[in-house]
């Protein structure tokens, strides 16, 4: 499903964020990559989403090589993957509904189904009641489920979070952690950026770890606790 | 394909909402391009109306053709027949009793005229030609001069093509007003749609990165460049309207005076559509430019 295969990532003024990162993700995994903060994960997550390309090295993901894709095909791969960014990325100005049809508005969805499954993903991260709330009204956590909602409404196979838990305090982060596990429990794949792996307890996810732009662990369904340590 | 016409609906929507949300921004754009149409449009007007008061000014872009003083029916027959083949237009024939009736009508002529031992007029024809083009009157003209008991044919064709130089020199200067304008709208649109992508950066940003095409990013933008340009033209519409609301009384007034008949015409709902369209068209260039230029950077 995700397979990343030799990558390096070399910025101009020099700076080597990533260095012959290789792994394989297969589909309906829950993965963790962690590390210390300046050790890679922002910058692979971008190359996953194919913000950035790397420098040397492929990612290919349900079988596109993001090396190879056109510009004009990006679209259509980040309709596929359901992205979460660290600071979220919500529309302030558009209450909590109209950020979750978003990218059923890019995709042309017929606005009554658009409308129907918007509300289930509401539900689903806990925010039935909130729809007509702007994201200004809501907390921290509840900002990320509405993430969380805008980023799976499209029922992508594959998301991708970029540290979906920072900033928020124990419980909520443990609620974000849930969803996601119901999420990887319906098969889909699920890739958690995160530096703060301990606070998941309950959760067996398989454990990627960067240290300095190299890949130095990739431990298989282990206690995220054992990893973290 | 029913997807693809939501999207539309759905970017002129957001087009729409972006006017409304702002309404004293967009009332002072719609002014600005409105001004800026008004005056080519004006021009234009004003270059047609005068045409149109020439073309109805007596003696202007007519032929005279007087006939020999001995002319007879047969001879005035004969000349109708070749008026008829060779298609020169309308015509009307003016007998020499009536010459001498209108002369005498005309002030101060009366006493003159009754002082006359015989009628001094001849029969004529007046011919208005269907192409008013100084080079085919004076064609017209020639061809009428060799006609058989044709004595004289009159054509002012010194001041029909004086006539002609002033309104292709009106024309011009209104077609490179237009030109002007024009550039002045699209620069207008341009900027307008510059800081409506500043101002909306985030949300660009943000559709970008889940998925959004350029097309469906630079579609509501296409469609306000569009519908300010086209709502600018119906408001240059409305301010000509209205100048001619002003003008119309006092001009014909003045025709009045000089023992005429004028009205200026208007603008038709053709001519309002043809605005509204340049407008629209002219917009969407702007917004189009703009667009291109200032969408890279979310690339």
């Given amino acids: ?94 209450n909590v509904l109209d950020n979750v049809l978003l990218p059923l508005a890019i995709v042309g969805h017929p606005a009554k189904d658009a409308l129907r499954r918007a509300q289930a993903a509401l539900a689903k991260v806990g925010l039935p009641d909130r729809q007509q709330a702007f994201p200004i009204t809501l907390s921290g956590g509840e900002q990320q489920r509405l993430a969380i909602a805008r980023a799976v409404v499209n029922r992508p196979a594959i998301i991708l979070a970029d540290e979906p838990t920072a900033n928020l305090d124990t419980a909520s982060a443990n609620d974000i952690f849930d969803i996601f596990h119901s999420f990887q429990r319906v098969g889909v794949t699920v890739l958690i950026v995160t530096h703060d792996a301990f606070r998941v307890h309950d959760l067996r996810p398989r454990i990627l770890r960067l240290d300095q732009g190299e890949m130095t662990e990739q431990n298989e369904n282990q206690s995220p606790q054992g990893a973290a340590q | 394909m029913r997807a693809r016409l939501a999207q539309h609906l759905a970017a002129l929507r957001d087009a729409c909402r972006r006017l409304a949300v702002a309404p004293l921004n967009t009332l002072l754009s719609l002014l600005v391009i409105g001004v800026a149409l008004t005056l080519p449009t004006a021009g234009w007007l004003a270059v047609d109306n005068l045409r149109e008061l020439a073309g109805d000014t007596p003696g202007v872009q007519q032929i005279s053709v007087f006939l020999a003083i001995e002319a007879g029916k047969r001879e005035v027959g004969d000349i109708e027949s070749r008026l008829e083949e060779a298609r ?135 469609y306000f460049g569009m519908l300010q340009g086209a709502l600018g033209g119906l408001c240059a519409a409305a301010l000509v309207s209205a100048g001619l609301h002003l003008l119309t009384p006092l001009v014909g007034e003045l025709a009045r005076l000089y023992g005429g008949h004028f009205v200026l015409h208007s603008l038709s709902v053709n001519d309002i559509v043809v605005l509204a369209a340049i407008g629209g068209s002219l917009g969407w260039l702007g917004a189009k430019i703009s667009v291109l230029i200032h969408l890279r950077r979310f690339a």
């Fill in chain 1, 1 to 94: 499903m995700i397979s990343a295969n030799a990558v390096t990532k070399r910025y101009p003024e020099g700076r080597e964020a990533l260095r012959n990162v290789s792994f394989e993700i297969t589909a309906g995994e829950l993965v963790f990559l962690t590390g210390h903060s300046g050790a890679g994960k922002s910058t692979l997550f971008k190359l996953l989403a194919a913000i950035e390309r790397p420098t040397s090295g492929s990612i290919v993901i349900n079988g596109q090589n993001l090396a190879a894709l056109r510009r004009n095909a990006l679209p259509y791969l980040r309709r596929k993957l359901g992205l979460i960014f660290q600071d979220r990325k919500l529309l302030f100005d558009r």
């Fill in chain 2, 88 to 222: 020169a237009g309308n015509w009307h024939f003016v007998p020499r009793e009536e010459a001498l009736k209108r002369l005498q009508a005309s002030e101060g002529m009366a006493e003159i005229v009754a002082s006359l031992p015989k009628n001094p007029l001849p029969d004529a024809f007046v011919v208005t030609p269907a192409d008013t083009q100084p080079e085919s009157l004076e064609r017209l003209a020639t061809t009428f001069a060799a006609w058989p008991k044709v004595a004289h044919v009159q054509l002012d064709s010194a001041w029909v093509k004086r006539f002609d130089a002033l309104l292709r020199l009106g024309r011009l200067v209104v077609m490179l007003l237009a030109a002007l304008f024009a550039g002045a709208l699209v620069t207008i649109t341009f900027n307008t749609i510059r800081l409506q992508i500043l101002a909306q950066a985030a949300e660009i940003e943000v559709t970008k990165l889940i998925g959004a095409t350029d097309a469906y990013i630079q579609r509501p933008l296409h």
